[in-house]
């Protein structure tokens, strides 16, 4: 168990370095622009990631996991410290960075030291990710800012009462945010694991969760408590003047 | 943080609330200064009572307001706007007082010949007030309108301008049968009553570029 949980710890730190850097993405500007306190968002944001984390975390473990070989334990752990040395360092440096980035050049930094085979349909597909990523969030920014205006221009709402609707939207969309992160990082995090790690199924009754929820769990409490303790620190630069 | 509907219903009322009892300050100030005219003591006292009363209102909603904004954070980005505007507003109920002071303090002497012109600088400056008030109102719910709102308080402004330059030149250059300080004494005057129409220009040219922000 202590070996285990000793393994573990590079990918929790990993979690923990995820949740510090990456909740700036989600509630950066409703907090920056003091629409929203840092404790509400940093609740929601933390809830929704674990949530997000076990419900739909596996889809992208999928497509990581075939980029390429990190099968045993001790090749999981230095993958995943890898990835969380570079995503603590750029937050000790107060720069947004990409947990995904960190985590794919670990993984291909690992296959070249074991003399594995870097998966190229694969990991053609997550670069194109990396660049489709930013032009469809651009797109989709201008598009929806383009729909919000012609809807408050038709709508005669006192400015008091557009605040309170925008803050709704913020926290909606930061808790849809923050489900999205969860579920899309947490195989950055604990994805390398899936295949070395195995814990037995639980039944709630209601529900069960899997092996592969369970770590997943793990790993959305980790960059819950990153979100919690250290991301403070990284909305400052999203604060509008 | 503002999340509760109850909170922010209350401020739009006090706010509402404001912008009328800044409205009736006006009325009552322009009834006043008729009665001072007319020679009325009687009604012009009560006015004075009247604007007095609206006066210490507003200043109490003015401080709930300032209150609410910042305790519960509402329209952070634009809180010290808001905060301005009510203050601007503030303003034009408080000249409006203090000017009826004056003419209760001082009790200006005002010849015959000058009272139909007092009377009518008295009512195109506080129309420019009046002009203000709904493009206050319409900055709150529409603030892309408010510019076409305002062209009128300009022109009122610029009305009461000229009647109260021609008030004083009547007084300088006709009114020989005056001393020089009760000349002196009544071009103040015209200056008390043409300063609400200034107010109301400064909360118009405030409004004309906070429009601009508030439009998402």
Do not use: C
């Amino acid at each position: 168990m202590i070996t285990l949980l000793f393994f573990l710890s590079s990918g929790l730190f990993l979690g923990w370095s995820l949740g510090a850097n990456d909740a700036a993405n989600v509630f950066g500007t409703a907090v920056g622009s003091r629409m929203v306190k840092f404790r509400l968002a940093a609740i929601i944001a933390s809830l929704f990631v674990i949530i997000g984390a076990i419900v739909q975390g596996a889809g992208a473990s999928e497509t990581l996991g075939k980029l390429g070989s990190v099968s045993t334990l001790a090749a999981a752990f230095t993958v995943a410290l890898s990835a969380a040395l570079t995503v603590y360092w750029m937050t000790r440096l107060k720069l947004p960075v990409s947990t995904s980035q960190s985590i794919v050049g670990a993984i291909i930094g690992w296959n070249l030291f074991t003399n594995n085979p870097t998966d190229g349909h694969t990991l053609t597909k997550i670069l194109t990710t990396w660049v489709s990523g930013p032009i469809l969030g651009a797109i989709f920014a201008a598009l929806l800012y383009l729909l919000v205006k012609k809807i408050l221009e038709h709508i005669r709402f006192h400015v008091f009462y557009r605040d309170l609707v925008i803050r709704w939207g913020l926290i909606i969309v930061g808790g849809f945010g923050a489900y999205s992160l969860g579920a899309n990082n947490i195989a950055n995090v604990m994805g390398v694991f899936t295949t070395s790690v195995h814990f037995p199924d639980i039944n709630f009754g209601i529900f069960q969760l899997s092996g592969t929820q369970q770590l997943f769990a793990i790993g959305g409490i980790a960059i819950a408590i990153g979100i919690v303790t250290y991301s403070k620190e990284l909305w400052k630069p999203l604060e509008t003047p | 943080m503002s999340i509760l509907f109850k909170q922010v219903k209350q401020l739009v009322l006090e706010v509402d609330e404001f912008i009328s009892t800044v409205e009736q300050g006006v009325l009552i100030f322009k009834q006043g200064v008729y009665n001072y005219l007319d020679k009325d003591k009687k009604q012009f006292y009560d006015k004075i009572k009247n604007i007095e009363r609206l006066e210490a209102q507003a200043d109490k909603l003015q401080r709930n307001i300032d209150k609410e904004l910042y305790l519960h954070s509402i329209l952070p980005q634009h809180a010290s706007d808001i905060e301005e505007l009510i203050d601007k507003l503030d303003e034009i109920i408080d000249r409006s007082k203090e000017s009826l002071y004056e003419f209760d303090v001082e009790i200006p002497y005002i010849p015959d010949e000058l009272i139909r012109d007092f009377k009518r600088l008295t009512d195109v400056s506080t129309e420019a007030a009046m002009a203000v008030f709904p493009a206050v109102s319409t900055f709150f719910t529409e603030p892309s309108k408010v510019k076409a709102m305002l062209p009128k308080v300009y022109f009122y402004e610029k009305e009461s301008d000229k009647l109260s330059r021609n008030i004083k030149r009547r007084l300088f250059h006709e009114m020989d049968n005056l001393k020089l300080s009760q000349k002196i004494h009544l071009r103040y005057f015209a200056l008390h009553i043409e300063t609400i129409s200034d107010k109301a220009e400064n909360l118009a040219d405030f409004l004309s570029i906070n429009a601009l922000k508030f439009n998402l």
